[in-house]
């Protein structure tokens, strides 16, 4: 069973920078890629970005394309999500799944394992 873990969320300032990971042992070998979804409080869940195994390049949301980059840690077999310039509507639980990552960020619906979430909070 694949069970991607998160990691690394909290607080910081608008502007700040926060580095999430995803822990996700057999994913790789499985044949998955790895996404980063979020959900803020009333609003449906939405990609921000992924990372495809088989092209080995990551894609974004428009929203945080310039700001976030996801990229993979061999050494850590985690897959991290670097957020720069965070801002107050960056706030929301993030939550890193296991799917398809294939000439775009795919839907949620083309995850098959999902994280437990970590929370992400963007304010002065």
């Known amino acids: 069973q694949l069970q991607p873990v998160e990691s690394g969320g909290g607080m910081v300032q608008p502007g700040g920078s926060l580095r999430l990971s995803c822990a996700a042992s057999?994913?790789?070998?499985?044949?998955?890629?790895i996404g980063w979804f979020r959900q803020a409080p009333g609003k449906k869940r939405e990609g921000v970005a992924c990372f495809s195994k088989t092209e080995r390049r990551g894609y974004y949301a428009d929203s945080v394309a310039g700001r976030f980059t996801i990229s993979t840690d061999n050494a850590k077999s985690t897959v991290d999500l670097h957020m720069n310039s965070l801002k107050p509507e960056d706030t929301a639980v993030y939550y890193c799944a296991a799917g398809l990552c294939f000439h775009g960020l795919g839907r949620d619906y083309e995850y098959d394992y999902w994280g437990q979430g970590t929370q992400v909070t963007v304010s002065s």
């Open positions: 057999g994913v790789a070998e499985a044949g998955y890629s």
